[in-house]
């Protein structure tokens, strides 16, 4: 029996030790991606543009219309699914309150990153770990390129850029969807709906979902981009990493999230 908890300690330790490696690992990653923005701020900044606006592209305009059509389908079923429960103890008013407290506080900015940890946090972690096997990178640094500074930071405002306006585009394509599913199915007057929005929507809301959004931005980019560069023994190496890199963002967004939602709405 003491050997079985001697194993289980053992066992414990050894992941919170490398978890919390792992941790301080992307956090220094995060700081030299920054540093190094910093320190070459005025170099090539005529190919740092062009590879943020491509970011940006295959991130945030390619993706408008899946994410648009999926949150008018998730806006629908929260007005449908709300007003049924909400009728039921004579509270249907309350219907705008709580589309806000579903969309834009949690299901919008955290359906947002997930959608992005899937088609584009995947894609980065594959296009690094590639190029980190096949030795691209030892190429630009011989060259005299920092590879930070070409490959992740341009990624990393094309990143976050994308996810803050596609968090936007998700919110409004919810309401517009949960107000016209409403009126559709529910009989809800579609003008009472959005006159009582104002009301509704309170800065504090506004300011969740963009603190999040930034902070979900960041966080797939730093750690897809980590992950990816750390696949240096072989391309049989990329698809563990590609897979660690999409939990780990799915586990970090989650824990974000639970902190901003901690900070301003239980303090």
Same mark, same amino acid.
């Given at each position: 029996?003491?050997?079985?908890?001697?194993?289980?300690?053992?066992?414990?330790?050894?992941? #919170?030790?490398?978890? =919390?490696?792992? @941790?301080?690992?992307?956090?220094?990653?995060?700081?030299?991606?920054?540093?190094?923005?910093?320190?070459?701020? /005025?170099?090539?900044? /005529?190919?740092?543009?062009?590879?943020?606006?491509?970011?940006?592209?295959? @991130?945030? #305009?390619?993706?408008?219309?899946?994410?648009?059509?999926?949150?008018?389908?998730?806006?629908?079923?929260?007005?449908?699914?709300?007003?049924?429960?909400?009728?039921?103890? $004579?509270?249907?008013?309350?219907?705008?309150?709580? %589309? *806000?407290?579903?969309?834009?506080?949690?299901?919008?900015?955290?359906?947002?990153?997930?959608?992005?940890?899937?088609?584009?946090?995947?894609?980065?972690? *594959?296009? @690094?770990?590639?190029?980190?096997? =096949?030795?691209?990178?030892?190429?630009?640094?011989?060259?005299?390129?920092?590879?930070?500074?070409?490959?992740? #930071?341009?990624?990393?405002?094309?990143?976050? *850029?994308?996810?803050?306006?596609?968090?936007?585009?998700?919110?409004?394509?919810?309401?517009?969807?949960?107000?016209?599913?409403? !009126?559709?199915?529910?009989?809800?007057?579609?003008?009472?709906? *959005?006159?009582?929005?104002?009301?509704?929507?309170? $800065?504090?809301?506004? =300011?969740?979902?963009? #603190?999040?959004?930034?902070?979900?931005?960041?966080?797939?980019?730093?750690?897809? %981009?980590?992950?990816?560069?750390?696949? @240096?023994?072989?391309?049989?190496?990329?698809?563990?990493?590609?897979?660690?890199?999409?939990?780990?963002?799915?586990?970090?967004?989650?824990? !974000?999230? %639970?902190?901003?939602?901690?900070? =301003?709405?239980?303090?």
């Amino acid at each position: 029996m003491s050997d079985r908890i001697m194993n289980f300690f053992g066992f414990f330790g050894h992941s #919170v030790g490398r978890a =919390l490696s792992n @941790t301080l690992n992307g956090f220094a990653f995060f700081y030299d991606c920054w540093r190094t923005a910093f320190q070459y701020r /005025r170099t090539g900044t /005529r190919v740092i543009r062009k590879i943020i606006r491509q970011q940006i592209y295959f @991130t945030a #305009v390619q993706s408008v219309t899946i994410l648009g059509f999926l949150a008018v389908l998730l806006g629908g079923l929260i007005v449908i699914q709300g007003f049924e429960n909400l009728a039921r103890v $004579g509270g249907a008013e309350l219907l705008n309150s709580f %589309l *806000v407290i579903i969309i834009i506080r949690e299901i919008g900015p955290i359906m947002t990153a997930f959608f992005v940890i899937l088609r584009s946090g995947v894609a980065i972690t *594959v296009e @690094t770990g590639y190029m980190s096997v =096949l030795k691209e990178i030892e190429a630009l640094s011989s060259d005299g390129i920092h590879p930070l500074h070409y490959l992740a #930071v341009p990624r990393l405002i094309g990143m976050t *850029v994308s996810v803050l306006c596609l968090f936007i585009y998700f919110d409004i394509c919810a309401m517009i969807g949960g107000y016209f599913f409403g !009126w559709l199915l529910a009989d809800i007057p579609f003008s009472n709906m *959005v006159n009582t929005l104002p009301a509704a929507v309170g $800065g504090t809301d506004l =300011l969740a979902g963009l #603190v999040k959004g930034l902070g979900f931005g960041l966080i797939i980019a730093s750690v897809s %981009l980590n992950l990816g560069l750390q696949a @240096t023994t072989g391309v049989t190496q990329i698809p563990p990493q590609t897979s660690k890199a999409a939990v780990y963002c799915l586990l970090l967004c989650f824990i !974000w999230n %639970l902190t901003i939602t901690a900070l =301003l709405y239980m303090a």
